[in-house]
Each structure stands twice: as structure tokens, then as C-alpha cells.
């Protein structure tokens, strides 16, 4: 560190030597002054104050006079110009040398998970506790070890691809002057399959005569996108190829009642099936 320090004020003085164009000896002071060369420490001063520097230059050949009168001129300009450089290089290097950083927004307790871990289901994340506070939050969810593109919201919903995988959501605190961080939340159980859930259940529509035609409604369900499939029965027996929402009634249907079974499946989800009210006896 002290040969960083004492590298400055020669740096200084290479930079002034150079640029006015001819050689001059400057003394600067530094921390460690016992490099200094004695005679160059006695044909100037500087003094380096609250990041400006400032000095006597005086010609290393010639008299006192003649090189005052010769240096002033030529070199006042560039004189300007070393002192903006060496003034902004010096504090650069302060800095480095003083190790300062941004401080860093720190977790206090780890974002948490809570409900229903299922295809369809939602989960939400609590961002557990930073300091100092306010911050700004944003979230980023996993599916195991694979990041969820878009899912960057405190709440997610699972899909048919989180199927048995565990959830885990990551917390980025961000705040102004401060350096970020971040925190990664416990996992949650697998995601098991979801429900459907039969809000409105299928009705049989027709007359119950021969030659006319029966059709049973779809129902109401909780999930969108459904497969539905159709079963016929007759006086409580499946009919045979009877699986379209619709059923022609024959002379051997006479004085038979029907119900029909609709069933709801989808990928990621447990199947459900939902039953219609009897028709009445079916009359010639």
C-alpha cells in the first residue's frame, strides 16, 4: 500500500516534466517522504490539499530569474492543464487506495411459499424481511433447477410442466446507492396433479319417445380446455358404442329409462366425471 501511495507525487512530477517541455524539479509531499531526492525536495514545494495540488517550479538550468521569466508564459496554460489531470488522478487513486464500496442491502429472513402446490394451483411468495428499507423488489421462479421464463411475479400458478418437480422462488432487493442482493426461498412439496371441479352438472334434453333423439349438455367446470367424454346407460347398464353427446331411441328402448356420464379430463389433471338426472320411461 505505501509503495502505492508513494508512486502518486513521482507520477505528478513525471506528468508536470513532460508536458512543459523541458525538465523541472518538483518536490511534492507525500507519506512517505524518504525517497524524495534532497535536492529536488529543496527547489520546490508542493502541497497536495483536499485533492488540489499546488507549486513552485524553478528551472533546473539558468538563473532564478531567467527561468521565471522564460517558464511563466510557456507554461502557464499547461501548468492549468496538469493541475485539472493530476487534481482527478490523484483522487482516483485516493479512492482506490482507501478500499471504499456501495454498501449492500441485506436479508434479514428468506422469502417463504405458501399455498396449493398443484397444476392449477397458485403460490405465492413473501419476500421475507431487508434492511435498511424501502426497497424494490423482483421475484424469479424455478421449476427444480430450471428457471420459469415469465413467471416473475410475487404469485405462480404451476402448469402441466412443474409436474413433480419442486417450486422455489428468488427474491432481488434493489435500493439506490446500495449494491443488490438477493435470496432464494426454501422448496415446496412436489407439484401434484390438479382437480377439476364440476360446478354445473350435464342435463338430458329430448322426448323420451322412439325415433327422437336425446343430448346431454356438457355441464359447468372449473378448468378450460377440457376433453369431455360421453356414456349412455340404459336402465342403469352402459349401452355399447352409445359415447356421443346425442342417443337415438329405438322400439327396444320402450319403457327404459337413460342418464348419461360426461367426464372431464386434461393433461396435469385428475379426470372427473359428473352424472344427468334419469329421463323418463321411454313411450312409443
Known sequence: MNQRRAAVPLLVAA????????SYAVAGHRHDARTAAPAAHHAAKD???????????????????????????ATSARAA?????????YLSGSARLSGT????????????ITGRSVVGGTLAASPGRWSPMPVQLSYQWYSGNKLLQGATKPTYSPTVKALGAKITVEVTARKR??????????ASGKVRAG??????????????????KLTVSTGKWSVSGLDLDYQWY?????VAGATKSTLKLK???????FYAVVTAARDGYKQTSATTDNTRPVVK
Open 15 to 22: 506528468l508536470v516534466a513532460t508536458l512543459g517541455g523541458t
Open 47 to 73: 502541497h497536495v490539499r483536499a485533492g488540489t495540488v499546488t507549486g513552485t517550479m524553478a528551472r533546473t538550468e539558468g538563473s532564478p530569474a531567467t527561468a521565471r521569466q522564460q517558464a511563466r508564459p
Open 81 to 89: 492543464s496538469v493541475h485539472s489531470l493530476l487534481r482527478g488522478s
Open 101 to 112: 464500496t456501495k454498501p449492500v442491502v441485506k436479508n434479514k429472513s428468506l422469502p417463504e
Open 177 to 186: 446507492g446500495y449494491r443488490t442482493d438477493t435470496a432464494l426461498s426454501s
Open 195 to 212: 382437480t377439476i371441479t364440476n360446478l354445473k352438472d350435464p342435463a338430458v334434453s329430448g322426448r323420451s319417445k322412439t325415433g327422437q
Open 234 to 238: 340404459r336402465s342403469g347398464k352402459a
Open 251 to 257: 322400439t327396444t328402448d320402450i319403457g327404459k329409462k
